[in-house]
């Protein structure tokens, strides 16, 4: 059977990878959000999420702050890129959410999964280079090749994956050709710009749909796919090394600490009941990426887990930023 030699969870958001000099542009973007999910799991105008701010915000936007906290988020990225090159596995599963990248409004999946041989990462360009904004544009290093870039895929295993998850009655996608004119999304390009995975090293990549309406997977399915994805690993007829990634999260755009710890520490605790009784409330706009680690939970069950930082990346007098998290499971 196939092996889980190693289990990685990371943030991916633009914050960790553009720099401080560009959070003020981030924290501009969060101002000019229509709704911004508080931490009482309901959406607000950026006017009454500032009303509820703490009072020592003005400390967590010192500069000085800032730059310790950067400085962070990259000595736990350099940890985990060594740990994954330590493992050496043959192939990484990813659980990550597509965000309007591969999947548009002619078809959103709770769940999919590709049993094709190859993703390709189509990097912005003319007007779409154009408009993004300069923070983004500053972190695509991070997610896009500066070309066309070829991700190979384990058609095999993924297919296998599928199959399990079908025989488990979770309704998914399957497909095997990548749309026309889109692009494997930011969550699955990471764990190979950023984290180091090798160019060789095939993906599986399993899509949760996490951000759109209505047919998001609720926290208690999102820990079951990732039960059956062990499942089909260890049934695999293959002696190769698997390592599993969760891509994204954790709260976001306005931090929730307290989530945020209870997710890390249900995750340490080895507590599938904390992790699968998050409620479908708490887990919308940014906050919903939490679901792909709740998946990779699932899939790591019985594994030491590590929790290597948490930066609370408070970027705004709002309190709006990114709760960055890094861990892994051996």
Partial sequence: MADIVLGIASSHTPQLSSGVDMWPDHAA???RQPRLLGTDGEYHSWDEILTAV???MERELDPAVWDAKYQRCQDAIAGLSERLAKAEP???IVIGDDQREL???DGIPALGCFAGDELVDFPPAGEALERMPRGIR???WAVHADHPERHPVSAELSRHIAEQLVAAD???MLFTQQPAGRTLGHAFTFPRYRLGLSATTPIV????NTYYQPNVPSAARCYDVGQVIRRAVDSWDSGVRVA?????GLTHFVIDEDLDRRVLSGITDQDPDRLRSLSRAQLRSGNSEILNWVAAAGALEGLAATVVDYVPGYRSPAGTGTGMAFAYWD
């Fill in 244 to 248: 599993v990634i969760a891509s994204g």
């Fill in 103 to 105: 999947f548009l409004d």
């Fill in 29 to 31: 973007r969060d101002q």
């Fill in 90 to 92: 043959d192939i990484a």
């Fill in 54 to 56: 703490r009072p020592d």
């Fill in 170 to 172: 979770f309704d998914i």
């Fill in 205 to 208: 990549p399993v899509f949760v």
């Fill in 138 to 140: 500053a972190a695509s």
